[in-house]
Nanobody, 116 residues
Framework: QVQLVESGGGLVQAGGSLRVSCAASGRAFSNYNMGWYRQAPGKEREFVAVISWRTGDTRYADSVKGRFTISRDNGKNTVYLQMNNLKPEDTASYYC?????????WGQGTQVTVSS
């Protein structure tokens, strides 16, 4: 059974940093794209960043480019999102996503709150 478990969210002041993690289990993810999405109250879920587990290629939403970095640790089967220079508008629930071979998996989310 595939599981994506996020952790590392919390409360931080504007300008601060947080790193959220996504521990993946239940299958080999070497040919999957691993992504982070976020959803703020009253808004639709939006794309944040994605990484190819096999190649390490990355892509970011314009709103986070230069501030957020997505990475993966093959040995730990974990994907990270390092978030720097956080802004109040980054406040949202952050969700891990795995896509590959016609499958689409989601974690339960972790809350990130940025105070001004």
């Amino acid at each position: 059974q595939v599981q994506l478990v996020e952790s590392g969210g919390g409360l931080v002041q504007a300008g601060g940093s947080l790193r959220v993690s996504c521990a993946a289990s239940g299958r080999a993810f070497s040919n999957y794209n691993m992504g982070w999405y976020r959803q703020a109250p009253g808004k639709e879920r939006e794309f944040v960043a994605v990484i190819s587990w096999r190649t390490g290629d990355t892509r970011y939403a314009d709103s986070v480019k230069g501030r957020f970095t997505i990475s993966r640790d093959n040995g730990k089967n974990t994907v990270y999102l390092q978030m720097n220079n956080l802004k109040p508008e980054d406040t949202a629930s952050y969700y891990c996503n795995a896509v590959g071979f016609g499958a689409d998996y989601w974690g339960q989310g972790t809350q990130v709150t940025v105070s001004s």
